[in-house]
């Protein structure tokens, strides 16, 4: 591609002694507004040409010493280079599309049984069908096979005497062809002969059968007429009604082929779409592999055409299942932003996956390890979905009656299996929907009432104080033991280290947060255990039915890892529980219907990417099954505590203002000062809670403020100051009091507006 561009040149040295500034000097002088339209003011093909190939020049006699000469030239825009592509660079990007050696639906075990299975049913039902109807088969072979005798014997006769070609004969005697007759009797004759012949050791064959059969036992005989009947039978059947009936009669479901899958995409409304196919129908929408069998369903990889992306069209999923004539629940496209965003892997389920029922594995588990995560439920192939644990918080939200109970059961059960947790469990909505865990509790509280709620908010208080002590549990172990400074599968097993997995369920926790006395210090100790306690084995379950900033404060929602979504009804909530602008990018738990779609949510975090999850469904009295198999694990273990072993409530000490305390021991006036001073301050000011901070020792509780403060987003610094009683100035860790009066403004501010901290 070329463009015309200005190209400089030399400027024309003047004649030495001329004196006139109007002498011609050997340069072409234009107008001005030719030269700056780009083109000469001649329109003849020579000047035009000429104008192209050579340089303008506008002196400075002609258009002024303040003015920039306007130039003319050619520029090649796209820059020569190979045209095929370096080989390494071709391979990444063949590599990147290359077709599994081993089929989808065999790299997975589920996969596999669930495809095998599939068709087994299918053949066996087959089977099934046909051998109940073998006595009707019989019966109508036994009816037809009288007139297929009279179809054998009579083609047998018009065979034997060519009585086929009887019409041609007659055809030439009409037209008085005598030669052509000859020609055509001679060669009757001889077929004559032959098949005469034939026929007869023919006859004489089957009579020499009949005899042999006829001498034979009765069962023999009975079989070789069963034969003969069932051979004329089926010589003797109607065209137009099939001896064996259909064992699966055609679906209206039709196979997912590519015309259909271009037209159930032309005809979603899309600009982008609808102009592709209108320049280029043949390329504007190309299918990247084969349409597969991909579990229960068929699976499609289609690249969209250029500016549209798979956003697009999961927004328009109602009309795609209106195109593809199939329930809405069967239709589930999904993008790839691996390869790019407007790759679409388009899966067509065979059935709706709301009338699909997902088993546990944990019903018939003997115990389980969480540390490899907690299976789920399913995605819409049948593929497994397992949630991890350890290092994520967890919250679950959707609207009332949608199966978000019935998801925490699922995480409570699989934690319950792990003796090496300890479990506690708030059910603020007092129904008793996790009852059957209760006895393996270290903590548990079921109601709505204010004590109810006041004892989860003193669960997260003593979770506050349970992470800030394993920090310095965790701190405290060798390298060789933490080499990473988190709980590993080895460290959860040392029941002394007391750095175990702990795992806290706040069902309805609306009600919690939203709380007038309660909900303030409720979401600050929930924030502060998010976002610390995640490498310490601590571990938070969260689910609401009422998604918003006072029901769940925007620090809790914009630091958990691990979301699930079941229906909801509109943007907001939607992107309250699935992170911000999850809408927008086409993950809208809004799709889902009410009810009908219970149990069905989108999982945010625990998989690369979104995916749509139908948990598995464990009733009353299979959650009764595991929660007994788990007592009896725990019990065997040692490991009841709490709640679980009839022990009184841990109670929490008096509630207490970091922030405030700080500032009310340190006065105006000390700007900066040392953490150990501030410490041995609380200490005075509330023993009951600082107490155990003084206690320690050198660098152990300089270190115990600087965690504290932490969470506030306060640093530490180097601070020149001298001890209380007198002595030697020196450099020690301090803080300043200004960082602790901008943190205190920042949280109040947070707690009226709900901004995010």
């Given amino acids: 591609m070329r463009h015309d561009q200005p ?11 001329s004196n006139r500034p109007d002498e011609p000097t050997g340069a ?21 040409g000429k104008s192209r190939a050579t340089n303008v020049l506008l002196t400075e006699a002609t258009m002024g010493a303040d003015v920039t000469p306007v130039l003319e030239g050619q520029v090649m825009v796209d820059q020569p280079g190979h045209d095929l592509p370096d080989w390494r660079t071709d391979l990444e990007a063949k590599a990147r599309t290359r077709q599994p050696i081993v089929p989808t639906w065999l790299r997975s075990r589920t996969e596999a049984v669930d495809t095998l299975a599939w068709a087994g049913r299918h053949y066996l039902h087959v089977s099934g069908y046909q051998l109940t109807r073998t006595p009707l088969y019989a019966g109508r072979m036994a009816v037809r096979a009288p ?46 002969r032959l098949r005469v012949w034939i026929a007869g050791l023919t006859v004489l064959t089957l009579l020499i059968l009949a005899l042999i059969v006829a001498n034979q036992p009765t069962a023999l005989q009975l079989a070789a007429l069963a034969v003969v009947v069932a051979v004329l039978g089926i010589i003797g059947k ?8 259909r064992a699966v009669v055609p679906s209206a479901v039709e196979k997912l082929t590519s015309d259909i899958v271009i037209r159930s995409l032309t005809v979603l409304g899309i600009a982008g779409i609808n102009q592709a196919m209108t320049k280029n129908p043949k390329d504007a929408i190309r299918f990247v592999a084969p349409i597969t069998r991909d579990g229960p369903g068929w699976r499609a990889d289609i690249d969209l055409p250029y500016g549209v992306t798979v956003a697009d069209v ?30 679409l892997i388009l899966w067509v389920g065979d059935k709706d996956l709301s009338k699909t029922v997902v088993k546990s594995p944990l019903v018939k588990a003997g115990s389980h390890d969480v540390f490899k995560g907690i299976p789920f439920g399913s995605d819409p192939r049948g593929r497994a979905v397992t949630v991890p644990v350890i290092e994520h918080n967890h919250l679950i939200g959707s609207q009332p009656g949608q199966g978000k109970t019935a998801s925490v059961r699922v995480l409570a059960s699989g934690a319950a299996l792990d003796p090496s947790v300890e479990l506690w469990i708030h059910e603020l909505k007092g129904t008793g929907d996790l009852d ?10 079921s109601g709505i009432e204010d004590e109810a709620i006041g004892y989860a908010a003193d669960s997260l208080a003593l979770l506050r104080k349970e992470v800030m002590r394993r920090a310095a549990a965790l701190k405290a172990l060798p390298p060789d033991l933490c080499p990473d400074k988190k ?31 309660f909900g303030d210090k409720a979401g600050d100790d929930a924030e502060f255990i998010i976002k610390l306690g995640r490498a310490l084995g601590v571990v938070l379950v969260l689910a609401t039915q009422r998604p918003d900033k006072d029901s769940l404060p925007t620090g809790i929602s914009a630091n958990v890892s691990i979301r699930f979504c079941l229906r909801v009804a509109g943007q907001i909530e939607n992107d309250m529980i699935l992170g911000t602008s999850a809408y927008k990018n086409g993950i809208r738990a809004t799709v889902f219907q009410p009810k009908v779609d219970a149990g069905i949510g989108y999982l945010v975090g625990a998989t690369p990417m979104p995916k749509v999850t139908r948990t598995a469904y464990l009733d009353t009295p299979a959650t009764q099954k595991i929660a007994d198999r788990a007592h009896a694990l725990r019990s065997g273990a040692g490991v009841l505590t709490g709640h679980a072993a009839g022990q009184r409530p841990e109670q929490v000490a008096p509630a207490f203002d970091l922030l405030a305390d700080v500032l009310a021991v340190v006065p105006p006036a000390e700007a900066k000062v040392w953490n150990e001073l501030v410490v041995d301050r609380l200490a005075e000011l509330r023993p009951e809670v600082y107490g155990p901070w003084a206690d320690l020792e050198g660098g152990a509780k300089t270190g115990q403020l600087t965690s504290a403060l932490k969470p506030y987003g306060i640093r530490t610094m180097q601070v020149w100051g001298t001890p209380e009683g007198g002595g030697k100035g020196a450099n020690r860790i301090g803080i300043a009091r200004d960082d602790i009066l901008t943190a205190v403004t920042h949280r109040d501010k947070k707690r009226a507006t709900g901004a995010v901290s």
């Fill in 238 to 245: 109607p065209a137009d009604r099939p001896l064996i009936e």
């Fill in 147 to 192: 007139r297929g005798l009279v179809r054998l014997t009579g083609g047998f006769i018009r065979w034997t005497f060519d009585l086929e070609g009887h019409p041609v004969r007659m055809a030439t005697v009409q037209k008085a062809d005598p030669e052509a007759y000859l020609k055509l009797s001679r060669q009757r004759d001889a077929r004559v």
């Fill in 28 to 48: 072409e002088v234009v107008p001005i507004t030719s030269a700056r339209a780009g083109r000469s003011t001649d329109d003849s093909p020579e000047a035009t």
């Fill in 314 to 343: 999961m927004d328009k999923r109602d009309r795609m299942a209106s195109a593809l004539r199939r329930p809405l629940g069967c239709i589930w496209p999904e993008g790839d932003s691996a390869i790019h965003e407007g790759r």
């Fill in 487 to 517: 709980v590993t599968r080895q460290i959860a097993d040392m029941r002394s280290l007391g750095l175990h997995p702990l795992v806290a369920i706040f069902d309805e926790c609306q009600n919690l947060f939203a709380h007038p006395e």
């Fill in 436 to 445: 059957p865990h209760e006895q393996n509790c270290h903590r548990y509280v």
């Fill in 7 to 17: 190209t400089p040149v030399e400027p024309p040295t003047p004649e030495i002694g």
